[in-house]
């Protein structure tokens, strides 16, 4: 903060007084000054520290699971506007459940719906009559994995379709 000051200041005749004065601010406002240069790796999920990858996920609206790794939250952070974005779509539900499953899980969503035409007057509208959303991932044979999967099918599938997480042909029905 010495070299800061005006030079009248810093010419007086007890040079050795406004360093040590200066000493304190310098060690009060060092901490300040060093977060507010690197606010940005604050904010970014990807370079946060831990506790901080947490905080930023209530900016985004996320709720931190205990049972995810740091990667798996900083991914989720980091992709949680693109995801709210498509929240509903299958492509939406799909990047959200293979988040929430980790990098290895194999993640298919099939809707019963469908959109179609036809020429002919009086044909039966393609999918089932009711709504419904299968969720198959493979490896979900955790009961905590499962319920993981499930609390991010209640946050990213429509209220009003149902949804089954089917489990793999090497899992108990749940």
């Given amino acids: 903060m010495l070299q800061r000051l005006p030079g009248v200041y810093q ?3 007890d040079a050795d ?5 200066l000493r304190a601010f310098d060690d009060s406002l060092a901490p300040t000054i060093a977060t507010l240069d690197n606010l940005s790796a604050y904010v970014d999920p990807r370079l946060a520290p831990s506790d901080f990858v947490d905080w930023l996920a209530t900016w985004v609206d996320v709720s931190m699971d205990g049972g995810w790794t740091l990667e798996q939250r900083r991914a989720i952070v980091s992709h949680a506007a693109g995801l709210h974005h498509r929240a509903g779509t299958l492509e939406g539900i799909r990047d ?3 988040l929430a499953a980790g990098p290895d899980a194999e993640v298919s969503v099939e809707d019963s719906g ?3 035409w036809s ?6 509208p393609p999918g089932s009559p009711e709504p419904q959303l299968r969720v198959t991932v493979t490896g979900a044979d955790d009961p905590e994995l499962r319920g993981r999967i499930a609390r991010v099918l209640v946050a990213v599938a429509p209220a ?3 949804w089954t997480l089917v489990p793999t042909a090497s899992e108990e029905q749940s």
């Fill in 11 to 13: 010419d007086v005749d």
């Fill in 17 to 21: 007084f406004f360093p040590r004065f």
């Fill in 96 to 98: 959200a459940v293979q």
């Fill in 114 to 116: 469908a959109v179609a």
């Fill in 119 to 124: 020429v002919t007057p009086g044909t039966d």
């Fill in 160 to 162: 009003h379709v149902p």
